[in-house]
């Protein structure tokens, strides 16, 4: 499996072997793309009749006008707001219909059925993926969109860029389709419970969710003892999402790329050979290209086939901002020990020669308890601002914050592996103007020492019962506490799906770094703080820094240049 850089390189290429014409990069960009395009129009309009033509046209809109995209980074969310503004588009134009009430419903088309089957979802899984059923269609949408977001497919800016809000709206309206999520969860599971009340309430109904039996439902549930007790733990839905997998396209799936009807001849009849020119020919030759998961016959159809003995040479990818990354351990597994790692950090000579930039902060042997640590240099300070204020808390994939001016920062980490074990992934400092140093470490334990208590096993990262934490593979490992220092500005990015991690960021002190650092925690120091800074120009940089702004900071590689 790619690392989230090389599926970011990855897509570049085949984005621009695809506007110069590339048949086989445009196969593969279809392939890969469909099942994202798919589960958000089929979430968003329930397994309707019309998800065939919206994924259609959503497809042929993006192929016809990928010429006009700039930034192949931007392709996911250009693609997304194209497929939210098609979805728009047909509940505009639809026209309201009475039910046929003779028809069962199970007749109907159902994405949230569909769902349930094909990636067998079970318990409170299920019951996620129906209660959606009740949701009006305004909610659904976002609902696809966060659903995607919170398993890791999609960023916070992307979700509130395709609806066409501000990331502080969206995160309002996500709430409030969060709660009336909740409450249709609990419609879900009163409806599999035997009160006899709520079969004497539901004797009319026709089986099918909507708003009025919604608010009839929910009215009774408040009221009622037997269907409000439950017994089992009720986990939030975000935590529930977390790693389930897109949807499969169903197999005989077929898009259509005509293009509008246009001809090769007349497309390469212009006296310039444009975007669509090059894509039209492409479509009209007398061949067949196949990849992993389509393929692209004359005249310009995709048909979702299975894998053919003959491979195409491009190999297809399945595109996801979250993918573990290739490094991480297949197993769940107590972090390994820095100390035992095969790569030792530089030697002090080494990092003295070494120049600004030089990633020299990569797994290293953790000092031993009781270790004093080097002295820490005092750097000028006229003090840094955030726009997460004073105290910014971010735990969610896409969350952000923006650091500027020159001083000390306090990265603290809080770790959650009860809620998913198993490979992290890192967050990643992005658009640096100026400089960036990780001067120390400190409160008190690295996340991999032991935290006492009862349980021998448990560290910061984890423990035997709950399954630990992993870190990728030379990620240099985190203490609870860890300082920076910023001349200029940057964005720190969370990127882990769900919310299986917190990051809080303080603007801080010189003072306060070294109080830390030599003293630990007021219950006892496991160890004294790690200084990393020698006050040279050749102090540690981040492992994932990078001066870009990658439209996915998922992908700044880990060992980076700046």
């Not at 621009?16 to 589960?39: H, I, K």
């Not at 020119?277 to 479509?283: E, F, W, Y």
């Not at 996340?447 to 021998?456: E, F, I």
Request: glycine content about 10%; hydrophobic content about 40%; aromatic content about 6%.
């Amino acid at each position: 499996m790619r690392t989230y850089a090389e599926a970011g390189r990855h897509w570049r290429a085949t984005i621009a072997d695809a506007q110069a014409g590339d048949r086989r990069a445009l196969d593969e960009l279809v392939a890969g793309w469909l099942p994202l395009v798919y589960n958000i129009v089929g979430r968003a309009l329930n397994g309707h009749a019309d998800v065939d033509d919206v994924v259609q046209e959503t497809m042929l809109r993006a192929v016809g006008n990928l010429g006009s995209l700039r930034d192949p980074d931007s392709f996911r969310s250009w693609l997304v707001a194209i497929a939210m503004r098609q979805i728009r588009d047909r509940a505009r134009r639809r026209t309201p219909q009475r039910l046929d009430e003779n028809v069962p419903p199970g007749e109907a088309a159902d994405f949230a059925e569909l769902a349930v089957l094909r990636l067998q979802l079970e318990g409170q899984r299920r019951e996620v993926a129906e209660a959606a059923r009740w949701l009006d269609d305004e909610d659904r949408q976002l609902l696809s969109l966060w659903w995607l977001e919170v398993a890791g497919e999609l960023t916070r800016r992307e979700l509130a860029a395709a609806v066409g809000i501000s990331r502080q709206h969206a995160a309002v309206r996500v709430q409030r389709v969060k709660e009336r999520l909740e409450v249709s969860r609990g419609i879900v599971r009163a409806l599999d419970g035997a009160c006899p009340d709520l079969r004497d309430l539901t004797a009319r109904w026709n089986g099918r969710p909507d708003s009025v039996w919604r608010k009839r439902l929910a009215r009774h549930i408040r009221g009622c003892g037997y269907c409000g007790d439950t017994r089992e733990s009720v986990v939030p839905a975000e935590r529930l999402l977390v790693g389930i997998a897109l949807v499969p396209v169903p197999a005989g799936f077929t898009i259509s790329l005509a293009l509008g009807g246009k001809t090769a001849a007349a497309a390469t009849g212009t006296a310039s050979v444009g975007w669509s020119a090059k894509v039209l020919t492409a479509l009209t030759k007398p061949a067949v290209a196949v990849t992993a998961g389509a393929t692209l016959a004359a005249g310009g159809a995709y048909v979702v086939v299975q894998t053919p003995d003959d491979p195409p040479a491009r190999a297809a990818v399945v595109p996801t901002a979250a993918s573990t990354p290739a490094t991480a351990p297949s197993a769940p597994g107590p972090a390994p020990s820095a100390s035992a790692s095969a790569s030792p950090s530089a030697s002090a000579s080494e990092r003295k020669a070494a120049r600004y930039g030089s990633v020299v902060d990569a797994v290293d042997r953790a000092p031993d308890p009781g270790t004093p640590p080097a002295a820490l240099p005092e750097r000028p300070a006229s003090g840094v601002t955030s726009s997460g204020g004073a105290h910014a808390t971010m735990n969610h994939r896409g969350d952000a914050v923006t650091l500027s001016g020159q001083g000390y920062v306090l990265v603290r980490w809080q770790i959650s592996p009860q809620y998913r074990s198993g490979a992290l992934v890192m967050p990643s400092w992005t658009g640096l103007r100026g400089r960036l140093f990780h001067v120390a470490s400190g409160g008190g334990r690295r996340m991999d020492d032991p935290v006492g208590g009862t349980d021998a096993t448990a560290t910061g990262m984890g423990s035997k019962a709950t399954g630990y934490t992993v870190l990728p593979s030379g990620t240099q490992q985190m203490w609870q506490n860890e300082y920076f220092y910023l001349t200029g500005s940057v964005t720190l990015t969370v990127n882990e799906r769900g919310a299986d991690y917190g990051l809080n960021v303080f603007p801080t002190t010189w003072d306060a770094v070294e109080r830390d650092v030599t003293s630990g925690p007021a219950q006892g120091a496991g160890r004294y703080g790690l200084v990393r800074d020698t006050g040279e120009d050749d102090t540690p940089v981040p492992q994932y820094v990078t001066r870009e702004t990658p439209a996915d900071p998922a992908t700044v590689p880990q060992a980076s240049r700046v």
